[in-house]
């Protein structure tokens, strides 16, 4: 298994600001997976982080707007950039799980919420 | 990147009875197919998951079934209970790079 700390665990912003949220995990691993919930909504990735390399984007997704640092194998940062209403959501670090099974670990997420 | 569809978007069963919960896929690549469980205010937990060299997995009284030329796979829970009133995730990966979800189905088990 894999065990995930996020903070924030959540947090009010004013619009225009920007807000880091940090990701550690008690292994070692390859990737890092950063998703978006919108109340109510499903699980959408924003960007795959990998250590010592740029992070991937998914599409409608950019770097200026979310900009993530990968430094070791065990931590990642998420920023969410010129926040506006529409950021609005619950963030959620995920990794897989090191024992080869496949399975996709989850934070307990960062409620964003911007006025 | 993949598209994963899930079915229905609500479901509301009576305790006792089955309910399945269906996904399609678009990426034929993809070869994991996970099923997560999320309880209001928790993280997604995982359920069962089934890879595309099997076509069928059970669980106690959760199975999933995977069709590979329709690029199909379902949850089917048997003998529901009020406790398995939840969201529902599905998903698809290619060998563990990324994971896609379906949009959620929530399920209601109504004692």
């Known amino acids: 298994s894999a065990v995930i700390s996020q903070k924030p665990s959540r947090d009010i912003c004013q619009r225009g600001t920007s807000l880091t949220i940090q990701c550690q995990v008690d292994s070692q691993v390859t990737m890092m997976f950063w998703y978006r919930q919108q109340p109510g909504q499903s699980l959408t990735l924003i960007a795959t982080?990998?250590?010592?390399?740029?992070?991937?984007?998914e599409s409608g997704f950019v770097i200026d707007k979310f900009p993530i640092s990968r430094p070791n194998l065990t931590f990642s940062t998420l920023t969410v950039s010129n926040m506006s209403p529409e950021d609005s959501s619950i963030y959620l670090c995920s990794v897989v799980g090191q024992s080869g099974t496949g399975e996709l670990f989850f934070g307990e997420g960062s409620r964003l919420t911007v006025l | 990147g993949e598209n994963v569809e899930q079915h229905p978007s609500t479901l509301s069963v009576q305790e006792g009875d089955s309910a399945v919960i269906k996904c399609t896929y678009s990426d034929s690549a993809s070869n994991y197919f996970p099923w997560y469980k999320q309880e209001l205010g928790k993280r997604p937990q995982l359920i069962i998951d089934?890879?595309?060299?099997?076509g069928e997995k059970k669980d106690q009284r959760i199975a999933v079934t995977l069709n590979k030329t329709a690029k199909h796979f379902s949850l089917h829970i048997t003998e529901t209970q009020p406790e398995d009133s939840a969201v529902y995730f599905c998903a698809a990966s290619i060998s563990f790079n990324k994971f896609y979800f379906g949009s959620g189905t929530k399920l209601n088990v109504k004692p």
């Open positions: 089934i890879r595309s060299n099997v």
């Open positions: 982080a990998n250590q010592g390399s740029e992070a991937t984007y």
